[in-house]
């Protein structure tokens, strides 16, 4: 007994239907989220970050996002000092991370590649975060020990 393919004018009818119920069952690609954001202060340099309070922003964090200006960035709240971790899964700008002290002073600096899921660390308990496009911090000179200002970081 010999089997016969299918008849190709039956795949254009199979094909785009198929297709159909794989996009239709498939989770939605989330874009970029918006959240409300602070102004904060390096010396003369000023940033607007967005601030990123519950589990969930923290998760999404700067995630699908293609572009970010130059002075932007993302501040990451948590309601205890510990160590914190951070990866870089669906995040597609190369960032810098500060690990930041309760009254805004830098206690560490990382870079951070793309897309990746490499998990960086802080080396001393921090509540507060604050990512922005890479190489931000060090063009400023600002180093563990610079401190930044504005109401993010008053009691």
């Known amino acids: 007994m010999q089997i016969k393919p299918a008849p190709r004018r039956h795949l254009r009818l ?3 239907a198929l297709l159909s119920l794989l996009a239709a069952t498939a989770p939605a690609q989330s874009g970029p989220q918006k959240l409300p954001s602070v102004r904060l202060n390096a010396g003369i340099h000023n940033i607007q970050a967005e601030v990123a309070r519950t589990p969930e922003q923290r998760a999404i964090g ?7 200006p130059p002075n932007d960035g ?43 899921l490499d ?8 509540r507060l975060v604050l990512e922005m496009n890479q190489g931000w911090f060090a063009k400023r000179g600002l180093k563990p020990g610079s401190r930044l200002s504005g109401d993010a970081f008053k009691p």
Do not use: H
């Open 14 to 16: 199979v094909v785009p």
């Open 62 to 68: 700067l995630m699908n996002r293609p572009t970010m």
């Open 74 to 116: 993302m501040l990451f709240v948590f309601d205890e000092a510990a160590t914190q971790c951070f990866w870089m899964k669906n995040t597609l700008l190369p960032l810098s991370i500060a690990y930041l002290a309760d009254d805004g002073t830098i206690t560490q600096i990382v870079d951070m590649p793309p897309q990746t």
């Open 119 to 126: 998990s960086k660390c802080s080396t001393k308990p921090v």
